[in-house]
């Protein structure tokens, strides 16, 4: 089982940017496709960006496409989602989870979670 904790989270203007990371600890980082997903209020988790294991491959969700951008740094056992050009329904909990799955977009894929990080863009 691989442990997760995301940080980078915070208040920003729309228009604004924010990079979120997401730090692994436990097994072999580099065996797990990551993938980013969000909750705002109210609202069901929904998926946002997902990466090989190698980092060769990625899929965007078409609300974040163009503006987020995931990748990841294995030596360092971390992920990260630059977010750009936010707008005020990015406002969200952000997740990071973990699947041996391959590259997968359904929340059930994915085996380990992160407790999240709060973004809230304000318009």
């Known amino acids: 089982q691989v442990q997760l904790v995301e940080s980078g989270g915070g208040l920003v203007q729309a228009g604004g940017s924010l990079r979120l990371s997401c730090t692994a600890s436990g097994r072999t980082f580099s065996d797990y496709a990551m993938g980013w997903f969000r909750q705002a209020p109210g609202k069901e988790r929904e998926f946002v960006a997902t990466i090989t294991r190698n980092g060769g491959l990625t899929v965007h969700a078409d609300s974040v496409k163009g503006r987020f951008t995931i990748s990841r740094d294995n030596a360092k056992n971390t992920i990260y989602l630059q977010m750009n050009s936010l707008k005020p329904e990015d406002t969200a909990n952000y997740y990071c989870?973990?699947?041996?799955?391959?590259?997968?977009?359904?929340?059930?894929?994915?085996?380990?979670w992160g407790q999240g990080t709060q973004v809230t863009v304000s318009s």
């Open positions: 989870a973990s699947t041996r799955k391959g590259l997968r977009t359904g929340i059930r894929d994915y085996d380990n």
